[in-house]
């Protein structure tokens, strides 16, 4: 399985950009690097995804480096409200006909006023 | 609305007991998976589905069950070999076998305490 590694923690003022970087150096051609994040005691939430060019919609932006091996995921103008634990995972398509998702520990984003 | 439910959000139960969390989903996703977050923690794969009356274990699965009779019900049964059950289990599904392309929807979690 394609690995991700992301800092534990971040800070950022509220108004500013948050921007949260994640390597997955072992993705493979085909897997998709998706974020979510979860606020405290939620399910996680769907964000945003991508293959190899950058994404944009109505929450964030995702930016894929041209190798693939990293990509970061931009709040333009973070909020209070986008304190939460940020999550970046590889979706594998492990053996047979099933596919994973597998998380990491993820990046905990501390918007401040 | 379509969506995933989890139910119960919290659910106490005596040391040795088996208890078994509902997951029902309406979006008519192939696959479905369960997870287990502990405080502090990221989330662990305990056992996915792709498809009815197939499933496979995932990173955690030794003291869980898992069955998928229906394409919309996935329920995990916790069961009394299962050393540190309390936790926060969470419910996910996803459309499509191999279908990479497509995003997870959550539930809401079921909060599990055993005392």
């Known amino acids: 399985d394609a690995k991700t590694t992301q800092p534990p923690s971040m800070d950022c003022a509220e108004g500013r950009a948050a921007n949260l970087p994640c390597n997955h150096s072992t993705i493979s051609g085909n897997e998709y690097v998706y974020w979510y994040r979860q606020i405290h005691s939620q399910g996680p939430q769907y964000i945003i995804h991508?293959?190899?060019n950058n994404e944009t919609n109505e929450m964030a932006s995702l930016i894929i480096t041209e190798d693939r091996k990293s990509s970061t995921l931009i709040l333009p103008h973070a909020t209070l409200r986008d304190t939460a634990v940020y999550y970046c995972i590889v979706r594998v398509a492990s053996s047979g006909t099933a596919s994973k998702l597998t998380f990491g520990t993820g990046t905990r984003l501390q918007v401040t006023l | 609305d379509g969506g995933i439910t989890q139910s119960p959000k919290y659910l106490f139960r005596k040391e040795g007991q088996n208890v078994t969390l509902s997951c029902e989903q309406n979006l008519n996703h192939d696959a479905m998976y369960w997870y287990r977050q502990d405080p502090g923690q990221g989330l662990r794969l305990i056992y996915y589905s792709q498809i009815v009356n197939d499933f496979q274990k995932g990173d955690i699965a030794e003291g869980y069950s898992v069955s998928r009779e229906k394409k919309e019900s996935f329920p995990l049964t916790v069961t009394s070999a299962q050393k540190n059950p309390t936790a926060f289990y969470l419910c996910?599904?996803?459309?499509?076998?191999?279908?990479?392309?497509?995003?997870?929807?959550f539930g809401q979690g079921t909060r599990l305490t055993v005392v």
């Open positions: 991508g293959l190899k």
């Open positions: 996910a599904s996803t459309r499509g076998m191999g279908q990479l392309n497509t995003e997870a929807f």
